[in-house]
């Protein structure tokens, strides 16, 4: 099993930044794919961000390019998210997700490639 905490979430107004972690315990391993996902109230969980562990590639969807950055620590057992010229449309709940051990992150803008999930930390931004 694999457990998933995510933190670092809060209220900043429109331009602020914050920075997410996501700290993974239980069963880890070397090479998978992480991924940060957001879901605003009535809406989809979408994607966000990923990055395979194996070697650091990042993948990112065009609405948070250039402005949310997603990397590992050397230990590779948490995952952060910086989110820089924050948009009051980057409301949402933020979740760290995991697959299990893996050679890529193909498909990982799909909720469905993922295996375990955080419980969320809230992001609040206004204008």
């Known amino acids: 099993q694999v457990q998933l905490v995510e933190s670092g979430g809060g209220s900043v107004q429109t331009g602020g930044s914050l920075r997410l972690s996501c700290v993974v315990s239980g069963d880890t391993y070397s090479s998978n794919c992480m991924g940060w996902f957001r879901q605003a109230p009535g809406k989809e969980r979408e994607a966000v961000a990923a990055i395979y562990t194996g070697h650091g590639s990042t993948y990112y969807v065009d609405l948070v390019k250039g402005r949310f950055t997603i990397s590992q620590n050397n230990a590779k057992n948490t995952t952060f998210l910086q989110m820089n010229s924050l948009k009051p449309e980057d409301t949402a709940m933020y979740y760290c997700?995991?697959?299990?051990?893996?050679?890529?992150?193909?498909?990982?803008?799909?909720?469905?490639?993922?295996?375990?999930w955080g419980q969320g930390t809230q992001v609040t931004v206004s204008s």
């Open positions: 997700a995991a697959t299990g051990p893996s050679n890529s992150c193909r498909g990982g803008f799909s909720t469905t490639r993922y295996n375990y």
